[in-house]
Structure formats: structure tokens, C-alpha cells
């Protein structure tokens, strides 16, 4: 079994050419997820990788505002960076053992939780960019069971949406993206 660390590089290293590729004309562009366009969206990415970073700690969270961190320096190179610090965190020793957050969630189960926001989003920005965006196999073999036993508290609180129907034969990656409430077809067209 890959670590958190381990899955969250293999993440980040798919997801920060789709973050570095978003050109400042788009970020009013919508997304998948209806309550964000990309500048939100993006805002938003930043604020879980800094917070899940402190998770990793086993530290607070602020989670009560979303700075604008598009409207600060090179915002782009400023999410690789946050990225890498991630990986760090969670690679560190006890960060996926215990509990972590203020819902005392197991750690590893915080780990699928910033695993999920970095792929899912990812993807999201790429549709909504016109980019492409293929995770990790890896990834989603190890986030498919992890996202369905998140799936009814993460609905519970917002985080996802409602789950939507998918062929039989749809991809692995298709079917995490469906629980999540999203539609694998989604285009801003």
C-alpha cells in the first residue's frame, strides 16, 4: 500500500501543469462545481493544501475564508510550492497514524480527503480550461473505495454532490468523479 505522501506526488505531479496552464482570461470561466468559477476554484485548491498541510502536522485549520490568492505575485508557482510542502507534511512520521482535525477523523482518511479535492479539482480545472488532465491509475485505484465510504458524510457537509449515473462500463476514474457528484461529461459549452 503507497503512502499518502506517496499518492499525493503522484498528484500534485499531474495537477500543477493544469494549475500553471490556466491563463488569467479564464479565471471567470465556470467549473464543474456550480458555486465556483476558476478564480474561486483555484482560491479555494490553495486553501486545502495549506490546510491539509497543517493536518499532516496534526495542527488547526482555518477554513473560514478564502483569500484571493490569484490577485498575489505568481499564484501558479506559488501552488507548486504549496504542493511540495503537502507532500512533505504528509510524508513526515506519524502524519498518517492517529487522528486528525477537529472531526477526529483517522489520519489516512484525511489523507483520502485532500487526495480526492487535489484529483477531482484538478480535473475540474482542466475541463473547465480546456486542458487535459489523466491521474493517476494508482490514485484512483486507491481513491475509488476510499471516496465511496467518504461519500455520505462528505454529502452530509457539502463536499459532494449527489451521485450521478454512469454506464457500467465507465472508467474507474469516470465512477470516482460520479460519486463525487460530478458528471464525467461535463463541458462549459
Known amino acids: 500500500m503507497k503512502t499518502i505522501s506517496e499518492l499525493l506526488a503522484a498528484t500534485a505531479e499531474r495537477a500543477i501543469p493544469v494549475v500553471r496552464g490556466v491563463t488569467g482570461d479564464a479565471l471567470t470561466a465556470p467549473t464543474p462545481c456550480p458555486e465556483y468559477d476558476v478564480r474561486a476554484l483555484i482560491n479555494h485548491l490553495l486553501q486545502v493544501v495549506v490546510n491539509f498541510r497543517a493536518l499532516a502536522a496534526k495542527q488547526g485549520t482555518d477554513f473560514s475564508a478564502t483569500p484571493d490568492r490569484t ?26 497514524e492517529g487522528t486528525t482535525g477537529a472531526l477526529g477523523l483517522p489520519a489516512r482518511t ?11 479539482h484538478a480535473w475540474d480545472l482542466a475541463r473547465a480550461t480546456g486542458q487535459e488532465y489523466a491521474p493517476d491509475p494508482g490514485v484512483i485505484a486507491e481513491l475509488g ?23 457500467a ?10 460519486v463525487t457528484g460530478r458528471d464525467p461529461g461535463w463541458s462549459p459549452h
Open 145 to 167: 473505495p476510499a471516496v465511496e465510504e467518504m461519500a455520505p458524510r462528505a454529502r452530509r457537509y457539502g463536499a459532494f454532490g449527489e451521485a450521478v449515473s454512469v454506464p
Open 110 to 120: 484525511v489523507g483520502h480527503m485532500v487526495l480526492t479535492d487535489l484529483t477531482v
Open 169 to 178: 462500463d465507465a472508467s474507474p476514474f469516470a465512477r470516482v468523479l460520479a
Open 71 to 96: 490577485a498575489e505575485g505568481d499564484w501558479r508557482e506559488a501552488f507548486a510550492d504549496e504542493c511540495a510542502r503537502l507532500v512533505k507534511a504528509w510524508a513526515e512520521p506519524g502524519a498518517e
